[in-house]
């Protein structure tokens, strides 16, 4: 089994960080936040590693070269710049000939991939996406009005309640006949899934109770690194507590 990590991306919202090292190099208890990332799928029995790369990835490649100081086995599908999700994933076509597992590279999670995998192949999806129940509060007071402006409703607040992606997949290769390759960039969310569905592909969500937190901003991230690592926390294993916000 072969897992990409989707390392392209240039951080915008991680600046005046980024503008040194890619979003994924970002540091964590003094080390990049890409390599807990290949310690979690190493620990999940993934060996072989695909990052696909565009931003700044001199800087991942000479961190990680080949990946056996790491006890995994890297490669590098590369592009001059950010394609978007599914172009950056598309990058790495000619190595992904089986099915995979794909992984944002800007998330920390335990997920069971073992268990991620077993559900794709009984349920013979083409794609199967991890997702997260996640709970937000609107800040304001919601108003209901029919077509005459009169008022139907008023909730204080609410507290709304869905299904979010958590950025980790399992996927079949006829997953890159949907990625349009000549239009960049494009994204698995917003180009790659809807139109699947259009076409009436099998694709499966998976829950189970797992950590899991998203490294977007740099409030992110300073969170994220005292969580993990205030108080005397084990560097080498960090564990997440489930993180209730928007991914």
Known sequence: MKAAIL??????????????????????GGKPLLEYTIEYLKGQGVHEIVLCVAYLRSRIKEYFNDG???????????????????????????ILTDTFIVMNGDILTNLNLSDL???????????????????SEVPYGCVELDDG???????????????????????????????????????????????????HERIGGYMKEASWAHI????????????????????DKPELHPVQRQA
């Open 117 to 135: 995998l077993q559900t794709h192949t009984v349920s013979e999806n083409m794609a199967t996406i991890a997702v997260r129940r996640f709970t």
């Open 149 to 199: 402006m009169r008022m139907t409703g008023f909730r204080e607040k609410p507290v709304l309640t869905y299904l979010a992606n958590a950025g980790v997949y399992v996927m079949n290769p006829k997953v890159f006949d949907y990625i349009d390759t000549n239009t960049v960039p494009a994204d698995l969310e917003r180009d790659v899934f809807p139109a699947m569905i259009a076409s």
């Open 68 to 94: 056996s100081d790491f006890g995994v086995k890297l490669s590098y599908a590369e592009a001059d710049e950010p394609l978007g999700t599914a172009g950056q994933l598309s990058t790495a076509k000619h």
């Open 216 to 235: 977007g901003s740099v409030a992110d991230l300073e969170r994220v690194d005292k969580e993990l690592f205030s108080n005397g926390n084990n560097h």
């Open 7 to 28: 390392a392209g991306e240039a951080g915008i919202r991680l600046r005046p960080l980024t503008y040194v090292y890619p979003k994924v190099m970002m540091p964590l």
